[in-house]
């Protein structure tokens, strides 16, 4: 038992002298604990409402001030748009619906028991029916408040009253049959407000088939220019993953090699330091590049997985390639041994993943995290990899992320070659 004993305390003592292989063995874990904690602590103080978009061609103080109800509610996530600007943000997808208050919008709210209610214009994506439904819900509930607020507070009731019968009363359109129902209507409902003796969901039912608003529904054809399936957006995480891996393999045998003395050698024969890391290099980027392209063919052969460009394509593979090359060399570079390189290797490759989108979608982060998300090299690899395989993007469109990519991988080779130097030194 001593000798058991006396092993493992060797072992601890070896793991606490190792201050990196310590540090992700019992520090990084609760670090990650910590930071995903934070980042998740506030998506659920961000309710995210039905993304509307709110034209107001009428312009009365009645429309204004809808508009700025509904700005406050937290059913919707409203915008200001034009006409043209709403058509459009529904026709690709960035808004569920779009809402337009008409001219004589105000005019119609105000005459609550002469004509129709308020009649509203709502753009809807055919697909899209259920949300629909749920706009109109939520507009109906918001613009029947003022029907409530008048039945709650008798004085201005009769103040609009008054004005209903004098409207009703210099209309020479309206039949006088129907001008003498209105009249009684009006009558009765001025008695109950005296005596308050019956229920307000009765008169207001009493007003002949009038509602407090009134939708014109529109069709609006959605462009639809996403991923033909699912492996669209699978296969570029796949082939993101083999160049993880590959990337690390490659800091895992470098550090090896430094460890076993196999770069010593190397250094002894008339070879610079920078043709030994850029072979390494190389041969890491050829092994990620073979993988890469099998993974691309096996999704092409079997999956329809059909590139809109391959030679953008190409490039999106080697450019990410490259960074996650020149990241993990400088990984190498850091650590003295395999337990740390590996315990460093794999928390960077872990917190880049989950950040930039590889292991958790980037929509179900909070707004700030996505925003934090694009000082992740995987962010940068995926957007391009999509953008060869399904976004359709051009070549001015690829020029941001590959170039981001290649010079991250520049500076990585060149700042690993750094470190090296002076850890050798």
């Not at 006409?83 to 105000?110: C, H, M, N, S």
């Not at 895992?252 to 330091?273: C, H, I, Q, S």
């Not at 020149?326 to 917190?351: D, E, F, N, Q, Y």
Request: overall charge positive; glycine content about 10%.
């Amino acid at each position: 038992m001593r000798a058991i004993l006396a092993m493992v305390g060797k072992d601890l003592r070896l793991l606490a002298r190792d201050r990196m292989g310590f540090f992700f063995t019992f520090v990084f874990p609760l670090a990650v604990a910590i930071f995903f904690g934070t980042m998740f602590a506030g998506s659920d103080h961000e309710p995210r409402g039905l993304g509307v978009a709110l034209v107001d061609e009428d312009g009365s103080p009645e429309s204004r001030a809808f508009a700025a109800v509904l700005d406050s509610v937290p059913e919707l996530d409203v915008r200001h748009l034009t006409r043209v600007e709403a058509q459009e943000a529904v026709t690709l997808g960035k808004r569920i619906a779009y809402v337009v208050l008409p001219r004589g919008f105000g005019d119609r709210k105000r005459r609550l028991f002469q004509g129709p209610g308020p009649e509203v214009e709502l753009g809807l994506d055919p697909s899209r029916k259920p949300e629909g439904g749920m706009i109109q819900g939520v507009l109906t509930r918001y613009l029947s408040q003022d029907l409530q607020a008048l039945f709650a507070h008798p004085a201005s009731m009769r103040a609009s009253m008054r004005r209903g019968v004098a409207e009703v009363d210099s209309a020479r359109d309206l039949p006088g049959e129907r001008r003498a129902s209105i009249h009684r209507f009006l009558g009765a409902l001025d008695r109950f407000l005296d005596d308050r003796a019956a229920d307000t969901a009765r008169v207001a039912a009493a007003g002949e088939g009038w509602q407090p608003v009134r939708f014109r529904t529109i069709d609006v054809a959605r462009k639809r220019s996403g991923p033909r399936n699912s492996y669209d957006i699978s296969f570029p995480q796949g082939v993101l993953w083999a160049i993880l891996n590959g990337s690390f393999g490659f800091a895992m045998a470098l550090v090896n090699e430094r460890t076993r003395g196999t770069l010593v050698r190397l250094r002894m024969a008339p070879v610079a330091r920078a043709q030994i890391l850029a072979a390494k290099a190389l041969a890491a980027l050829i092994a990620i590049l073979t993988v890469a392209t099998i993974v691309l063919a096996l999704g092409a052969a079997f999956f329809h997985v059909r590139p809109s460009s391959a030679p953008l394509l190409a490039l999106a593979v080697f450019s990410a390639a490259c960074a996650l090359t020149g990241i993990m060399l400088v990984v190498s570079a850091s650590g003295s041994t395999p337990r740390a390189v590996s315990g460093l290797g794999w928390a960077v490759l872990m917190t880049m993943s989950m950040t930039g989108g590889a292991m958790i979608p980037l929509v179900v982060m909070p707004a700030w995290m996505q925003r934090a998300s694009m000082i992740s090299p995987v962010r940068w690899a995926i957007v391009a990899l999509e953008g060869a395989l399904w976004r359709g993007f051009t070549p001015a469109q690829m020029m941001l992320p590959c170039a981001i990519l290649l010079g991250l991988g520049i500076l990585g080779f060149a700042l690993g070659t750094r470190i090296l130097s002076r850890t050798e030194a």
